[in-house]
Structures are given as structure tokens and as C-alpha cells.
């Protein structure tokens, strides 16, 4: 990996060529002010955008937003992040790698720390990392694993949390993981078809609850309510299932044509579709907690779903398949991103029955700058 610290636009451009690999978004992210996202590639870059910078250049229809600083990450896919605060930001990969990293406008990152798997096996493959999660209230870092455990240092200290790892899902592999931090949970996913909650604030962890997803297959991706009254989790399953979790009753199984790749929930508010229509996209559901926003692997769109399973509305997307979907919930910077298999995030703004505008996160070019 080349000096995190330096940035030379044809020193990294050729790096990308040498990789020799289609650009993809796989993972997108917004800072808790609103302020900065966050988009990781198939070529193991982090591209930082300036959130008011992105309005304004849209409200002046400028070229296509580019990002404020680009940083090669991960020498391989950059599978999940997360915002520590508005200039750190966490990120794991393909390379078996967790970083901290300082993200500044102009500048490429700085590496503050790094966690690096360990193979269980002697001469085994280390393990890739699918997900991140923080607990910022605790300081602790959430990883979930290839190899199938979940595991979780302290963000002072750097080191690693007593009782983990956990073997949570298996040598098939934990693919997702969630916090609900009110609650003390991480809310994990895996390859043997299991959604599991973990009570992380007991010395010896174990999962509370352990939730099978109707039709089987890989789990992909799962998110908890803002409220931690709901959970939800996707996948190869072609469906995206919603659980009431004080109950562990199924509410709702949203069908799909395709794997579910990504999922979200919105509240009741966060999200209009304008003058045609004064009631919140996802409306009222029957436990008034919103609906869910859903991606999948093929159909190029993003589905809006009530928590009771009404359809309610289908949007494009330039990515036929879904890895991110992500919501900015400031109130000044109210949008939606979802990206996948394109070299493009798309944002959508307002009533969100179109795109607004797309953030370019295809490699720079030799003999300019980025």
C-alpha cells in the first residue's frame, strides 16, 4: 500500500491500471453532521465528497460532483465504512484489513490505526472483511469476518475485546453486522442463513436472539430501526424480511426478483415524494415506524417498501446491481445514495422519484490531478 500520507495522481493512476479491475461502488456513508460521504470501490479506493460543496454544484448544474480527496485504501475491494466523526473514518476489505483513517478535504487520508486478521488455519487465506460497525458511546470497533466471526477492539487502546472473537456464523462466512447501541446489540448476518443479536455488554457474549430468514440462502445485508423497535435483513433468499424485535415476530417478507444487496429503513418524515403527494413515500405503516428502502442484485433500482410489505413505489438507479444504500438524516442535507456494480453513486434528493445528480468515483486519469 502506498504512503497513505502522499498523494501522486500518476503514481495511483497507474496503480489502479495494474489492478486491472472494473470500478465499482460497493459500500457508501454519511458523516452523523451530514457534512462528508464516503464511497468505497472495487479497486480498494476511498472517495471523500463535500456534502454542501455537492448541493451548490448541483444547484449551479456544474460538471458531475468529484470527490475532495481519494485515498488508496485497501489493497483489494473496500467492503463496508463508517464515519468515527466527521474527519475519521473507519474501513475494511478484501485484504483483511480495518482502518481508522483521518479524512481532510484536499488531502488523502491519513492512516490513524489498523487491525489485520489472522488466518485460523496455517497456510489458510485471511479472512476478508464484509462489515464495520461502531459503537462510538463505547469506543469499540465491530468487524465481521469471512472466516465467520465477529470480531471488536477498543478504538483508544487498540486492543482487541476479551470475549472475541465470536464464531457467529460458521466457516461460510459473516457478511453483515449492524449496531443498535441503546439496546447494547450488534446485529450480525452470514452465509448459513441466520440473522443473529448478540448482547456485547456481557463479559461472555452470546446471541439473544437468533433469527432464521425464510427461504434460505446467504444473509447480506441487515439494518436495525433508528427507533431499535425493528431489524431487518436481506439476501440470497429474494426476499427482505422485517422482524418487531421485542416479539422476534416476522412482519412482513418483502419479495424480491433478485438477492436483496442492500437495505435501509426510513422513518415516517425523513423522506417525501412532494407536492403530488403530501404523505411520506413509505406512508403511515401499520406500527407507524416507516418502511424500508431496498436494493437488489439485477433489477436497477431501489424498491420503497411500507413495514407492512405494500410496495410503494420502484426508482432507477445506474447500478443493475445494489451493494450501499445510505441516508444523510441531517436535516439541511436530507438525501438518499445507492451504489453497486457502476462507477457512480447516485443521490436523490427531495421526492425521489428520479435522481438528482451522481458522484464520479472512476480512477484519475495520468497527467492530471484528481
Known amino acids: 500500500m502506498m504512503d497513505p500520507s502522499l498523494f501522486d495522481a500518476n503514481a495511483f493512476a497507474r496503480t489502479l491500471a495494474e489492478r486491472a479491475v472494473p470500478t465499482a461502488a460497493f459500500a457508501v456513508a454519511f458523516s452523523q453532521s451530514g457534512s462528508r460521504c464516503a464511497v468505497g470501490t472495487r479497486r480498494g479506493t476511498v472517495h471523500c465528497f463535500d456534502v454542501p460543496a455537492l448541493l451548490l454544484e448541483q444547484s449551479r448544474r456544474a460538471h458531475t460532483p468529484r470527490a475532495t480527496s481519494v485515498t488508496l485504501a485497501h489493497t483489494g475491494a473496500v467492503f463496508s465504512l463508517c464515519f468515527l466523526d466527521d474527519e475519521r473514518l473507519l474501513t475494511a476489505g478484501d ?27 496455517m497456510g ?17 470497533v465491530w468487524a465481521a469476518a469471512g472466516g465467520g466471526a465477529l470480531h471488536a477492539w477498543d478504538l483508544t487502546s487498540g486492543n482487541a475485546l476479551g470475549n472475541t472473537p465470536l464464531d457467529a456464523h460458521g466457516g461460510g462466512g459473516a457478511l453483515c453486522m449492524t449496531m443498535a ?16 443479536l448478540w448482547d456485547v ?6 446471541a439473544r436472539q437468533t433469527l432464521a430468514v425464510p ?4 444473509v447480506r445485508c441487515v439494518a436495525a430501526s433508528r427507533d431499535e423497535q425493528w431489524l431487518a435483513a436481506g439476501g440470497d433468499g429474494r426476499a427482505a424480511c422485517v422482524w418487531h424485535c421485542a416479539s422476534s415476530q416476522l412482519v412482513s417478507a418483502l419479495p424480491h426478483a433478485a438477492p436483496v444487496g442492500a437495505l435501509r429503513f426510513v422513518q415516517p418524515g425523513d423522506v417525501g415524494v412532494g407536492a403530488a403527494d403530501t404523505q411520506n413515500v413509505l406512508g403511515n405503516a401499520a406500527a407507524g415506524s416507516g418502511g424500508v428502502v431496498t436494493g437488489d442484485l439485477g433489477s436497477s433500482s431501489l424498491n420503497y417498501w411500507r413495514l407492512d410489505g405494500t410496495l410503494r413505489m420502484r426508482v432507477a438507479t445506474s447500478c443493475r446491481d445494489v451493494y450501499g444504500v445510505a441516508l444523510n438524516e441531517h436535516a439541511k442535507f ?18 425521489l422519484t428520479k435522481r438528482a445528480f451522481s458522484l464520479s468515483v472512476a480512477p484519475p486519469t495520468t497527467n492530471a490531478m484528481y
Open 95 to 121: 485484504d483483511g484489513r480495518v482502518c481508522v483513517w483521518q479524512m481532510k478535504n484536499e488531502q488523502s487520508g491519513k492512516l490513524l490505526r489498523e487491525w489485520r486478521l489472522e488466518s485460523r488455519q
Open 124 to 140: 489458510a487465506t485471511v479472512p476478508e472483511v464484509n462489515a464495520v460497525a461502531c459503537d462510538v458511546t463505547r469506543s469499540l
Open 181 to 196: 447501541p441503546t439496546s447494547g446489540s450488534v446485529v450480525s448476518g452470514g452465509a448459513d442463513g441466520t440473522v443473529k
Open 201 to 206: 455488554r456481557a463479559s461472555t457474549a452470546a
Open 215 to 218: 427461504g434460505g440462502g446467504a
Open 334 to 351: 436530507y438525501m438518499l445514495a445507492a451504489c453497486g456494480t457502476a462507477p457512480t453513486v447516485d443521490i436523490y434528493l427531495g421526492d
